[in-house]
């Protein structure tokens, strides 16, 4: 089993950043063979945002390439996100996603609110 915990949400003002954290804890074995932040506001589908592979790929949606970094900690089993320059659209719950390929998530952590006021 595997526990994600994500922290780092909180409000900014746009324009702003904020830093997403993802911790990783039980058999975290082949969890870093892929990782990735969705996110999912009321009514709405969720988006995938970010992610990375075991051998560091990294891909983006489009409404955030160049505003947003994804990265990992090995050594800390831990996931990040940064986020600059928020615009109010980013404004969302940031769930934590991991699994043994990239789509195929089977492990989720509990969400972190990100709210960005203009």
């Known amino acids: 089993q595997v526990q994600l915990v994500e922290s780092g949400g909180g409000s900014v003002q746009a324009g702003g950043s904020l830093r997403l954290s993802c911790a990783a804890s039980?058999?975290?074995?082949?969890?870093?063979?892929?990782m990735a932040w969705f996110r999912q506001v009321p009514g709405k589908e969720r988006e995938e945002v970010a992610s990375i592979n075991n051998q560091g790929t990294t891909t983006y949606a489009d409404s955030v390439k160049g505003r947003f970094t994804i990265s990992k900690d090995n050594t800390r089993n831990t996931l990040f996100l940064q986020m600059n320059t928020l615009k109010p659209e980013d404004a969302a719950m940031y769930y934590c996603?991991?699994?043994?390929?990239?789509?195929?998530?089977?492990?989720w952590g509990q969400g972190s609110q990100v709210t960005v006021f203009s």
């Open positions: 039980g058999n975290t074995y082949y969890v870093w063979y892929c």
């Open positions: 996603a991991a699994g043994p390929f990239c789509g195929d998530f089977r492990y």
